[in-house]
């Protein structure tokens, strides 16, 4: 038997949408795999009960049926779905390395990146990596259709999960086609911050870089209280807030003496807005491994 860990991870960050993304030192999925004849899946844990274990219709099974690697999967959920902390993702980043293994598959982490996102495919309609690859590959990413960058950084990290389900599949329908040049040029000034302040460990610079007016925005109309919540955090010393992949969690950086006010501003302002919410203190941290 093959078991691994695999990240919560947040993607886009603001300025990066479809491109940024970095694992989360905390929480995580472990994903078991056994060979059997056909593949079949079983899931425990944080919001198994909305999660299929039919194999089409799981991101563990889909990268099985890819990889031509029939096992018996065993999925414990430490990441809640449908969180914007990707949930899916972990699944199919933990099954790619873990069945990777256990077929002896010759394969790169780029490849292992691309079959998972083919699980990621089957859930969200599309095929972006922006989440399995730093769930594979750990720290920063850039992912681009002729390659991948990682950075290892280490950065102070808060996550915010207010009790709200919002469907990757539903926040990508309100993603606007187009943008004005002016909102070009923050966008580009955003990642470049936000991408040089990865490279020096820097909160403001990455906080400074989360900026950005065109998919933020329409998402935040999805997360009751995401105003309050963002003001809250940078009163209590988050250098940056924004929405954590698709949402409905929310991301904040701040300087690591910060995160538990930032923590608590979080979750104290989603509830005066009436939604119920948690938050932990996490890091950017490493990709999948085999424990
Ligand atoms: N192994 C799995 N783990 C979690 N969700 C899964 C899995 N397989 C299929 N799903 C489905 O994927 C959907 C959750 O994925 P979604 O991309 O919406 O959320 P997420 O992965 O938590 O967030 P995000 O990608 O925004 O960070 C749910 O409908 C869930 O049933
Ligand atoms: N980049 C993706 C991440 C969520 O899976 C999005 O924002 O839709």
Redesign the pocket.
Known sequence: MISVRAPATS?NLGSGFDVFGVALDRPGDVVRVEKADETTIE?TGMGSE???EEPA????GVVANALDAPAHIH?D?G?R?????????A?AAGAAVALAELYDRDLSGEDLVRVAAEGEAA??GEAHAD?VAPAILGGFTVVRDDGITQVDASLPLVACLPETVV???DARGVVPDSASMDHVVETVGSAATLAVGMERDDPVLVGRGFRESVVTPARAELIDGYAAACEAAEGAGATGVTV???GPGVVATCYPGRRRDVASALVDAFEDAGVEARAFCTEVGDGAEFV
Do not use: Q
């Not at 219709?57 to 563990?60: G, I, V």
């Open positions: 993607a899931v909305y999660i299929p219709k799981n991101t563990a999925i959920k990441i779905p449908s969180s914007g902390l990707g949930s899916s993702a699944s859930v969200s989440n469907s990757t599949r954590s992949g698709a």
